[in-house]
């Protein structure tokens, strides 16, 4: 039978399958041949012998945390303690870019600043380039786009992951304070990944994504999250956009067409890449 890991505990791979749980292990030869399941993996399982069998080719895999076939994942992005980084989300959209996961911008504490049209006018840049930009008072909104994907909530530390998935789900009574349900970190942390099933689709539950730094990618992987670089294309084949001539990104950032910031950060994020 085909089913999907939502739980992992210990050696036991809990793997839902037609609205039930079957609590599975793996074959020997998993160990042998170093395949780890992780939680959202498709697999094949015999249900007699509560045995995972084979796992189905993954959508992406992401390695801290240990998750697979993520569909979206909702960016939590504070503008308010914590403060509003462009750095750290332009960081998590090329992440999830490179992963094939569909990014989901999501504000919370507006009611924090004062200045809310700036904002406003930072993330209409974002909406433009394609992505969806919501507040997490959108609760409806959320429902809908969480309705039949698999979804991973992650941001900063204290940005109101948990506070958001407790207004999704009150039977969640995910801990709040200034604790991250993504990064786990504070007094109580999260130390067992879990998919929760919801509105047709799987929200999970994480420890977090810890390993955020984006030094083993490529230069090409991370040039290439950046959406709005394929609006311009160079005369170059291979371009890098930074010290060649006549390249048309440089002209866009320059013309104001592509953020600057964006682009900034483009720097930063291949500066650290040696290969």
């Given amino acids: 039978m085909q089913g999907q890991i939502v739980k992992i505990v210990s050696d036991l791979h809990y793997v839902k399958s037609e609205e039930k749980i079957f609590p599975c292990k793996c074959r020997g030869i998993f160990r042998k041949e170093h395949i780890i399941p992780v939680v959202g993996d498709y697999v094949f399982f015999d249900t007699e012998k509560l045995l995972i069998e084979k796992i189905l080719p993954r959508k992406n895999l992401f390695q801290r945390p240990k998750v697979s076939n993520i569909d979206q994942a909702f960016i ?17 959209i ?4 490179i992963n094939n996961v569909e990014p989901i911008i ?7 600043v004062t200045d809310l049209d700036k904002y406003r006018e930072i993330l209409a840049y974002y909406e433009k380039i394609g992505y969806i930009v919501i507040s997490n008072r959108d609760i409806s909104k959320i429902k809908k786009l969480i309705k039949d994907k698999t979804s991973v909530f992650t941001g900063q530390t204290g940005a109101g992951k948990s506070t958001l998935l407790n207004k999704l789900n009150e ?6 304070g200034e ?18 099933s919801f509105l047709g689709g799987l929200v ?11 030094n083993h990618y490529t230069k090409e992987q991370i040039r290439d ?39 900034i950060n483009y720097l930063t994020f291949i500066g650290g890449i040696r290969k």
């Fill in 204 to 214: 999970i539950d994480t420890p977090g994504f810890s390993a955020l730094e984006l």
């Fill in 225 to 263: 999250s950046f959406k709005e670089f394929k609006n311009y294309p160079c005369l170059y084949k291979n371009c890098f956009h930074t010290n060649e001539s006549e390249c048309k990104i440089k002209e866009a950032v320059l013309d104001k067409k592509i953020m600057e910031s964006r682009y």
């Fill in 76 to 92: 939590i992005t504070s503008l308010k303690n914590p403060d509003f980084s462009l750095n750290l989300l332009d960081k998590f």
């Fill in 171 to 176: 039977k969640w009574q995910l801990e709040t």
């Fill in 94 to 97: 090329s992440l999830m870019e």
């Fill in 179 to 196: 604790v991250s349900l993504a990064l786990g970190r504070g007094r109580h942390t999260t130390r067992v990944t879990e998919a929760f």
């Fill in 106 to 112: 999501c504000l919370t504490k507006e009611d924090l």
